[in-house]
């Protein structure tokens, strides 16, 4: 072999590896762009949770709350037992029109299954939003007198301005935006009073088309292959300048006859009166009952986070009576749900002794509409029932 012919065969050598190496890298190449897109195709996009968290208004101070008389003989007379309304009484304010009910259903079973089944009252079982309230009540709050004329301004002769009453108790007009129908799949703990506990399963339902609204709560506890409603309310009304104006309410619990509450506005009566009672009631601005009293206040939140500064008076007449329930807004609260954590706007309504012996919490999430996502009652036994949402299903916009 000659010097030349070996040269030659090095530099094909030479040759042939440099193109493997190129087309090697160039295979590589080719294949990762490939595999990128193809990643970048297939990938799901993450999950992103947003949690609204707002500043809290500053605290105001309110008058202390007083108690709602109700109406003297003579103005219970002119309200019919059917809830016809047709006389006026002299102090009543006018009112607007009125809404309509929601539903909520549960299923309750021991948490000790071997344990036979205790007998269960329905009073002693509390998945709604009730009071416990003891009829007691001092004088009626006197309607606002009117205002004198303003004196001219002793320099300029001009009017001085106008002095602006404070609005009667209790009929605070609030800045209300409704949230949108919804169906809440809610999970529910109850301790009795004995320390007996009980888990299970609600749902509670809000609908309105913007001049109507249909609300509902039913309670019960599933035995065995059995199932007992223990209670059932429902509300109905429309949706007016205060928010949700009920005009009647019914309350069904079991073993006991169907109660119901009127919302008396037509004529000008403007009283609320019982078909368990011959009491009657003055009807205050944005009055309203059991089951609608989450939502109006998740409708004040909604329109205005700023109103929550102050306490919210809202009157709520149940089976027998009306009473001015007082909520104040706790802080914020981070709430562990199966629908993950939620940042929370806590409300309390203390018990008020002599008139209502029970606590009520509302936990309202401005993150998803202001809907309320727990609500807890503890009554003055010792009984503690909460509801927690674990699904919500927006049926409306």
Known sequence: MTIASF???????????????VLHGLAIDWAASHLVASATVNAKPAVVTAQVRLTLPPRLVSAPLQEIAPLDAAARAAVKPNGDTPAKPAFARPRPALPAPTQAGAAITAVDSAAPAPAIDAADLDLAV????????????????AAPAPAPDKATGDPAPAVVEPAPQGGRRYKVN??????????VARVDADGAKWTGSAVMTWHTDGSRYRASVEAGVSLLVTRLNLLVLRSEGAIDDYGIAPERATEKRARR??????????????????????RSYPLLAGAQDKATVPFQLAGIGRADVNQLGGDIDIQVGEDKEATLFRFQLVGEDELN???????TWHLTRPPKPGTYSSRLDIWLAPGMQWYPVQIRNTEASGALT?????????TGQ
């Not at 040269?7 to 190496?21: D, E, G, H, I, K």
């Not at 309230?133 to 006197?142: E, M």
Request: proline share 8%.
């Open 178 to 187: 409704l949230p949108p129908s919804a169906t809440f799949d809610m999970d």
């Open 7 to 21: 040269l030659s065969q090095r530099r094909r050598m030479v040759l042939f590896c440099a193109a493997t190496v």
């Open 386 to 394: 909460t509801q927690t949402v674990s699904k919500i299903t927006i």
């Open 257 to 278: 006859s169907e109660t119901a509450t009127h919302f008396n506005r037509n004529g000008g009566a403007n009283t609320i009166s019982f078909s368990a009672s011959d």
């Open 337 to 343: 749900t199966r629908m993950g954590n939620l940042v």
């Open 130 to 145: 009730t009071p416990n309230s003891v009829a007691t009540a001092t004088a009626a709050p006197a309607p606002p007198a």
